[in-house]
Structures are given as C-alpha cells and as structure tokens.
C-alpha cells in the first residue's frame, strides 16, 4: 500500500491556481444534458425497435437505460463528492491503480477518446449545416470541413474567454437542443389530434417475448445515455459541492431518460412499431408528415445544434483530464495551468483545440478510416469505466475512515450492477471490434496501438523526469 505521503493531494490543496466553486446546479445540469443528448436520439430509437422486437420491450429497454445510468450516476455521486478534483476519472483511476493507469487514461482522452469526439461532432455539424447552408468551393466537398474547423475554433475560444461564456453558451444550446425534441413530440401530438398519422400499433403478444437482440438493443441504448459521468469533471467547481453534484446526476439522468421515453413515444405515436423498425430517417419520416419536404432541413438543423451542444460541453470538461495529468508531471506542467481571471485550464484547452482540428485534418485526408479509429478505441474507453467503477471498491477498502459526504444505497449491490453493466458493454464493444479491419488490419489494434503508444511515453516522461520516491 503506498504511503501517505505518496498519495493523490485533493485539487483544492495543491495551490492558488486551482478550480474555485463557482458553478450552479442548473449549470451542471445543462452540462451533462448537453452531452448525453446527441445526434443519435434522432436515429436509434429505430435500431431499438427492430432489435427488442416488440412495443413493450423497446420502451422497457430504455427505461433499463435510464435506471442503469442512474446506478452509475449513483457510484459516480459518491467518488466525485469524496475525491472533488478536476481531472474526474483520472483521479479516481490515479488514487485506486496509481500514477501510470490515470496517465494512460488521460493519454487515451487526449489522444483520441475526447479529441476524436470533438472532430467527430465537427463533422457531424458541418455535414448537416452544409445541407441547409452549402460551402463547397471550387466543386470539392470542403462544407463540412470548413464548418467543422471553424465551430471548434469558435467554442474553444469562447470558453477560453471564461469558464462563465462556456457555461452561458452551454445553457443557450443544451436549450435550443431541448426545444428540437418537444418539436418531436409535439408534431407527434398534432398528428394524433388531427387524425394524420400513420400509427400501426401492434397488438401486445400474450407472452411478450423479447427478442434474442435484447442484449444488443441496450448497448445502443446505453451508448445514447452515454456521457453523464463526464460530470465528475466539475466537481472541485460546483457552488455546493458535493450536494450540488449528487442532485446534478439525479436531476440530470431524471431530464434525460424522460426526453427518450416522449420521443420514442412520438415516432411509436406517429409511424407505429412496424413503421419504427422498418424506418432508416426515423425522425425526418416523423417530421415529414407535417412539413413535407421542409422536414429535411428541419431535421437537420436539429441534428447540427444537438452536435454543437455535445462539441461545447466535450470541451468544457475534456480540457480538464490534460489539466490534471499537468498538475501530476512535472514535464507536462504547462498543461496544469489554471488562469484564475477566466476560472478555466487554458493551455489544455489550447492544446485540445489543436489535436482536434489535427484529427480534423486526418479525418478529411483518410475520409471514413478515421470514424472508425475513433469508434474501434471504445474498449479502451469501456476498460477504463469498468475501472472507475471497480476503485469505488477499491477505495473505501483503501480509505476506511475519509469521509463521504454521499454513499451509493444498497453497497455493494448498486456498484455490483453497474460493475457488470461495463463488463459486458467491454465484452460487446470487443466482440464488434474483433470482427472488423481497418485497411486490411484488424481493427482491435486500434485500442492496443493506443494504450502501447501511451505506455513508450509514459517510459519516456519517466526517463526525463523520475517520479519523486
């Protein structure tokens, strides 16, 4: 067991350049909606339809979504609320495994993980943006590009301006992004009451069998509810700290879970199961019965400002992970700087910017090679989740006496379930992995180039500058 002097110091006692408590519970709330509702709501309740096979299994399987995330919300609320410290994960991972396994993670984030997430969101914004407002020159495809290098150059700069214009941009999108769905919802409403709609309903089977895809339906459902553990990223910056986060998660996961049930209700209501499952534009199919041919750049517009939600709050709490590993090595330490006038890390944020517009770059040279770089890391990012999850054990055999503002109910059960829920998404993501290549190799080494690469340079950093003993 290390010693005491060789553990982790709490972000608040490191110094005067550290986060201070000035974010709001709405403020966190608006952030983690923003990053878990992305583009994939306007499609994968389609997905979900074919693969439970039946009404009450598609519904059942997003409200499992909701409740699993909400156990993992749980176990986050009590690591965030008794190790407050911006690096979130890695500071979990760093205090239960040690200093080398939180520096491949944070190796992992900056490399690909959030950084390919940015460029991936850019280009899923300028993809639709460039349906509604064309840039391409000289008769190239260059709209996207442009679009994409230009939002990510636009939302770094605003939240390098102050962490107070990131949190305001984040409100203004996460509500226009809320807005888009309950014009889902709502156009799903209007064609009921006028008697438009083209609602199929199946009859409930007498045994209601749910099909053998059930398990595989809920990976895409929990990719979709995706992203709320990014919240321990604030936690050394939340007003009322560990109250204010537990609430967050709560409110956060409550907020989301609802959105998918009314907007799985509203393509059920409006194209009925057989519609849904049979469906490859479920939302513009839905849109399309009240708009017509408008329908396609509704959509679209819709699906651009749910990408700049997910871009702007990526960013806000991706920077962060690169802070911490600055505040840990010595070599990186221009990365822990934290400007106390604007209350952000502003050379991580720089750096972040500029490793995204170079995957920016990749990604236009190798086109669709580079979508898949991005998806075939998810085992890494499952692994290290797993881990997150495991070092609540780890922890409170490690740290018997520290205090803990929030406990998880029901320990061990909650952390059990959630524990295993990464197992098997690990499990599901390497299975996909295994049977795919990329230019000829397989795809699985994607992830090991990634963590094999973060282990030379760990070497290398260790060469330079030796851990103190």
């Known amino acids: 067991m290390p010693s005491t002097k060789d553990k982790p110091v709490a972000i608040s006692e490191t110094g005067h350049d550290t986060p201070r408590r000035i974010l709001r519970l709405h403020e966190a709330v608006t952030l983690i909606v923003g990053l878990v509702i992305g583009a994939g709501i306007f499609k994968t309740p389609a997905v979900v339809a074919h693969m439970t096979g039946n009404t009450i299994a598609m519904f059942g399987s997003w409200i ?73 020159f000289f008769d190239t495809d260059s709209g996207p590009f442009i679009y994409a290098i230009s939002i990510i150059l636009i939302l770094s700069w605003l939240n390098l301006r102050n962490i107070r214009t990131g949190m305001v ?16 919802i709502g156009t799903a409403v209007y064609l009921h009451l006028s008697g438009t709609n083209t609602s199929l309903h199946s009859p409930v089977p007498a045994s209601l069998p749910v099909s053998s895809n059930f398990g595989l339906a809920m990976v895409f459902v929990l990719l979709t509810f995706g992203g709320w553990n990014e919240a321990a990223y604030i936690s ?70 749910s990408s700049l939600t997910s871009i702007n709050a990526t960013i806000i709490v991706g920077a962060r992970t690169s802070y911490a590993m600055g505040k840990d090595w010595p070599v990186l330490r221009r990365l822990g700087t934290w400007d106390m006038t604007r209350n952000t890390p502003v050379n991580a944020l720089r750096i972040q910017c500029i490793a995204s517009l170079f995957l920016v770059v990749l990604g236009t040279l190798i086109g669709g090679g580079f979508k898949s770089m991005v998806e075939f890391t998810a085992p ?9 999850g ?12 520290i205090p803990r503002p929030f406990k998880v109910p029901f320990y061990p059960i909650l952390p059990l379930v959630f524990c295993l829920t ?27 180039a990634v963590l094999l690469l973060g282990i030379i340079l760990l070497w290398i950093i260790n ?5 103190e003993k």
């Open 64 to 136: 499992l979504g909701g409740i699993i995330s909400l156990i993992g919300a749980l176990c986050y609320a009590e690591l965030a609320s008794t190790y407050p410290h911006a690096g979130g994960d890695y500071h979990f991972l760093q205090r239960a495994y040690g200093r080398p396994v939180s520096f491949l993670f944070g190796w992992a984030r900056l490399s690909v993980i959030t950084t390919g997430s940015i460029a991936l969101l850019g280009f899923v914004f300028g993809d639709y943006m460039n349906r509604i407002w064309p840039l391409d």
């Open 380 to 388: 890494v990012f499952w692994l290290f989740f797993l881990l997150a």
């Open 463 to 467: 060469r330079i500058s030796p851990a």
């Open 236 to 305: 050394a910056e939340l007003k009322n700290g560990h109250r204010d986060m537990v609430k967050a998660l709560v409110f956060s996961i409550a907020i989301i879970t609802s959105l998918y049930l009314l907007v799985t209700w509203a393509y059920w209501e409006a194209l009925g199961f057989p519609g849904m499952t049979s469906s490859r534009t479920i939302a513009a199919d839905l849109m399309y019965m009240t708009f017509g041919e408008a329908a396609k750049k509704i959509i679209s517009l819709m699906i651009a400002i």
């Open 169 to 184: 941009t984040q409100s203004l999108f996460t509500g226009l992004q809320i807005l888009c769905l309950f014009m889902i």
């Open 390 to 401: 495991l070092s609540l054990f780890v922890l409170r055999n490690r740290d018997p006496h």
């Open 422 to 448: 990464c197992t098997y998404m690990l499990w599901s993501s390497l299975s996909y992995v295994y049977d795919q290549s990329l230019g000829g190799i397989n795809a699985a080494w994607i992830g090991v």
